[in-house]
């Protein structure tokens, strides 16, 4: 009885490992062969080390930068970004976003305000403030620019993080910082 055992015993084993082999194998080239399929599927980490965030719809869902760089030239897309801050992403005509985001927050009474294509400006329906396409102002009663945030485009989606250096407008420090 012992003796079958013991020539049963390595037989088992080598099917055991030639089963964990074979499975090794198999989950190495599946890995392989899957692994830009799920980089594709799973979306990256919402905050980033240096505390970015990812753009979202306002259905709280992340957005492929793709899906706004389809947008004509010029257009100017409304997220959420930090802070859940409504945001305006702009398309540039070599196919990229603007560095920068303009907030959707008039710097009067912080009303939101819609982008006019036709008169290529931002324009505040509370008491008549006007910017032009960068987010300057162009009529009061906005005592201020638009406020700016960083822009770029990771990993197939578009992260917003603080915008803390000089304006870019104006050349000095910005005001909300
Ligand atoms: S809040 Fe925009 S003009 Fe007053």
Same mark, same amino acid.
């Given at each position: 009885?012992?003796?079958?055992?013991?020539?049963?015993?390595?037989?088992?084993?080598? %099917?055991?490992?030639?089963?964990? $082999?074979?499975?090794?194998?198999?989950?190495?080239?599946?890995?392989? $062969?899957?692994?830009?399929?799920?980089?594709?599927?799973?979306?990256?980490?919402?905050?980033?080390?240096?505390?970015?965030?990812?753009?979202?719809? /306002?259905?709280?869902?992340?957005?492929?930068?793709?899906?706004?760089?389809?947008?004509?030239?010029?257009?100017?897309?409304?997220?959420?970004?930090?802070?859940?801050?409504?945001?305006?992403?702009?398309?540039?005509?070599?196919?990229?976003?603007?560095?920068?985001?303009? /907030?959707?927050? #008039?710097?009067?009474?912080?009303?939101?305000?819609?982008?006019?294509?036709?008169?290529?400006?931002?324009?505040?329906? #509370?008491?008549?403030?006007?910017?032009?396409?960068?987010?300057?102002? /162009? %009529?009061?009663?906005?005592?201020?620019?638009?406020?700016?945030?960083?822009?770029?485009?990771?990993?197939?989606?578009? %992260?917003?993080?603080?915008?803390?250096?000089?304006?870019? %407008?104006?050349?000095?420090?910005?005001?909300?910082?």
């Amino acid at each position: 009885m012992s003796e079958n055992l013991a020539l049963e015993s390595p037989s088992m084993s080598r %099917r055991q490992l030639l089963n964990f $082999l074979t499975g090794a194998v198999v989950a190495t080239t599946a890995s392989t $062969l899957l692994y830009p399929a799920a980089k594709f599927f799973i979306a990256p980490s919402e905050v980033s080390e240096d505390g970015s965030i990812l753009a979202k719809d /306002v259905h709280g869902n992340l957005i492929p930068a793709k899906q706004i760089l389809a947008e004509p030239v010029g257009t100017r897309a409304l997220v959420a970004g930090l802070n859940a801050e409504p945001t305006y992403i702009i398309v540039e005509s070599d196919g990229t976003l603007h560095p920068w985001g303009i /907030v959707d927050n #008039c710097t009067h009474l912080g009303c939101t305000f819609p982008w006019n294509a036709n008169e290529n400006q931002f324009q505040c329906p #509370c008491h008549g403030s006007r910017y032009d396409a960068e987010g300057r102002v /162009v %009529r009061g009663p906005a005592p201020l620019p638009l406020k700016l945030v960083k822009v770029k485009v990771e990993e197939e989606y578009i %992260r917003f993080s603080p915008w803390i250096e000089n304006d870019p %407008r104006t050349g000095e420090k910005p005001w909300w910082v």
